[in-house]
């Protein structure tokens, strides 16, 4: 019962996501062959919510779930390792078509060739878990 919250979440997602259309293959390539401007309004209206709750969670002092106050570190920025973490993402996404948050989305819609997607998207994270420390700072 705990967890109905997630899944409920989960499945609102699943649905604003096909029904605007970003987990269309064909709408990511658009993006990327710079075609079209669907994609760009919808990371672009992504990004500036995320602003927006940030600066809200840090004005109001909100807390999380398990009623601990949410806080965020300052980091060092290295850009070169933001670029090339962005190029390599980008890279994938174009690829393959997708990008991790609506892999599941497309397997439920039933394009279970993304099967093959999600199961290289786990071998990915479990092979950054594995070399996380060995990795430039």
Known sequence: MRLLKYLIFGILFGIIMTKSEAISWYRIQEMFRFRSIHMYGIIGTAVIIGVVGIALIKKFELK?????????RKKERKYSRYLLGGTIFGLGWALCGTCPGPILVNIGYGYYSMIIVFVFALIGTFLFAVFKDNLPK
């Open 64 to 72: 999380d779930f398990n009623n601990n106050t949410i806080t965020f």
